[in-house]
């Protein structure tokens, strides 16, 4: 009996996908990249629903260069937009969430970003550049059913043009309010 609960308790958990990804940088250099995720239902009381991430990661896989980033992860974040500092040099994550408890964790931001840049061979988090703001998303924003499969910069494009994708997922917005 207590095996048979054990199961249970074991197949609803998240499951992790993977998939490889192009990233077009602002230089025109195109990447191809790692991602992992996983995704964890949720139902809340009075309806509604969705997912959180509990697992979120990204790994330069080519071209290979001595100076790639480390693995980066930090969930419940999503990288929307991945590229180098034209100023700096400094590769950089923008991330984004689906759930008010990110935002919360983050210090309630006035918009919903994290910046990461990579210093001294780890990701430190910072807060959002100004520079960012109006930048476009050059990463997949995924649900459910766009993981578990490659993706090019046509099929990124083609799911990121469907209309029910929020404008906050599309480019750093410089307005933004939470319905949390």
Same mark, same amino acid.
């Given at each position: 009996?207590?095996?048979?609960?054990? #199961?249970?308790?074991? /197949?609803?958990?998240?499951? #992790?996908?993977?998939?490889?990804? =192009?990233?077009? #940088?602002?230089?025109?250099?195109?990447?191809?990249?790692?991602?992992?995720?996983?995704?964890?239902?949720?139902?809340?009381? /009075?309806?509604?629903?969705?997912?959180?991430?509990?697992?979120?990661?990204?790994?330069?896989?080519?071209?290979?260069?001595?100076?790639?980033?480390?693995?980066?992860?930090?969930?419940?974040?999503?990288?929307?937009?991945?590229?180098?500092?034209?100023?700096?040099?400094?590769?950089?994550?923008?991330?984004?969430?689906?759930?008010?408890?990110?935002?919360? =964790?983050?210090?309630?931001?006035?918009?919903?970003?994290? @910046?990461?840049?990579y210093r001294n061979g780890q990701w430190v988090q910072?807060? #959002?550049? @100004?520079?960012?703001?109006?930048? @476009?998303?050059?990463?997949?924003?995924?649900?459910?059913?766009?993981?578990?499969?490659?993706h090019t910069l046509a099929s990124k494009r083609k799911?990121?043009?469907?209309?029910?994708?929020? =404008?906050?997922?599309?480019r750093v917005v410089p307005k933004w309010s939470s319905?949390?």
């Amino acid at each position: 009996m207590a095996f048979l609960l054990l #199961l249970g308790l074991t /197949g609803c958990g998240p499951k #992790l996908s993977t998939w490889k990804e =192009e990233v077009q #940088l602002q230089s025109g250099a195109v990447l191809t990249v790692q991602r992992t995720i996983s995704f964890m239902a949720y139902q809340p009381a /009075g309806g509604g629903g969705g997912s959180n991430t509990p697992e979120s990661s990204l790994l330069i896989l080519a071209p290979a260069s001595a100076d790639n980033p480390t693995m980066w992860t930090h969930p419940p974040l999503l990288p929307m937009v991945f590229d180098r500092d034209p100023d700096t040099g400094e590769w950089f994550i923008v991330a984004t969430f689906y759930m008010c408890q990110a935002w919360y =964790e983050l210090g309630r931001p006035k918009l919903p970003y994290a @910046e990461f840049r990579y210093r001294n061979g780890q990701w430190v988090q910072q807060p #959002l550049s @100004e520079k960012f703001i109006g930048r @476009e998303t050059n990463m997949l924003i995924p649900d459910q059913a766009d993981v578990d499969r490659d993706h090019t910069l046509a099929s990124k494009r083609k799911l990121m043009s469907e209309p029910t994708i929020s =404008e906050r997922h599309l480019r750093v917005v410089p307005k933004w309010s939470s319905a949390c």
